[in-house]
């Protein structure tokens, strides 16, 4: 997305680790990061040897691998795993919308 990138290119934003020399980009990422490096915090699958750093993403392991969920692009062959990577793909693939940074050759689906 156009106001992420250019906030993280731009403007510098970084969210740093007090106890490492890690920068997160969000501060969401940097609470994760601390949980799982710091904390030790996993969450492990329980049909496989899988194991999160964070709910959503054990969630998301599970209707991928396990029940094998898909989000079908009703204008062409290609099925999502999510139902973000859908709408990026109908927003890249069938719509053409493009926003372009003034900065840097970089272009983006989302403002």
């Known amino acids: 997305d156009l106001k992420r990138h250019k906030q993280i290119k731009h403007e510098g934003v970084r969210f740093p680790c007090?106890?490492?020399?890690?920068?997160a980009t969000r501060s969401t990422h940097l609470k994760n990061h601390?949980?799982?490096?710091?904390?030790g915090v996993h969450y492990p699958c329980d049909q496989c040897d899988y194991k999160a750093t964070i709910p959503k993403d054990l969630k998301r392991h599970k209707q991928i691998k396990h029940e094998g969920v898909r989000y079908p692009c009703d204008q062409c062959d290609y099925q999502a795993t999510t139902?973000?990577?859908?709408k990026s793909h109908k927003e890249?693939?069938?719509?053409?919308?493009?926003?372009?940074?003034?900065?840097?050759d970089y272009k983006a689906t989302i403002p």
């Open 18 to 23: 007090d106890q490492c020399d890690y920068k």
């Open 34 to 39: 601390k949980e799982s490096k710091h904390e």
């Open 83 to 86: 139902s973000g990577n859908l």
């Open 92 to 104: 890249r693939r069938h719509k053409g919308v493009c926003y372009s940074c003034d900065q840097f």
